[in-house]
């Protein structure tokens, strides 16, 4: 009977040993790439995600949004913002050619000479 207690101590040391090695890790030291971080799934879990990466909480089961979920939802905010720059591009571009306009017009307007004065002053 004792060799039974023994067998089993030794056992349950050996099964529990690995685990409370893994939870005593600093998790801290684990430093993810500049593009994904780690996402507190339980208190005792952790995913590695891609930065930005939502998720939902049903009950006590946590669901990460899949990979075409994720990829289609930054396509979507990307072309957004493109249109959003090309917008702004665009009127940019409108007030260039408005200045560039207002810029020969003065020129038309005034002779080399009064130019040259006007360089003076500055």
């Known amino acids: 009977m004792n060799l039974v207690k023994i067998n089993l101590f030794i056992l349950i040391l050996v099964l529990i040993f690995p685990i409370a090695v893994v939870m005593a890790k600093d998790k801290r030291a684990e430093e993810p790439p500049a593009w994904m ?32 979920e994720y990829t289609a939802r930054k396509v979507f905010e990307i072309e957004n913002k493109l249109s959003e720059f090309n917008k702004t591009m665009m009127e940019i ?11 020969a017009t003065i020129l038309n307007n005034t002779t080399s000479l009064e130019i040259f004065k006007g360089a003076d002053e500055y």
């Open 93 to 103: 571009k409108e007030d260039v050619m408005r200045l560039k306009d207002q810029n």
């Open 37 to 68: 971080e780690y996402l507190n799934v339980t208190n005792t879990s952790r995913v590695l995600v891609p930065k930005g990466t939502q998720t939902k909480k049903i009950g006590n089961l946590t669901v990460v949004e899949s990979v075409g």
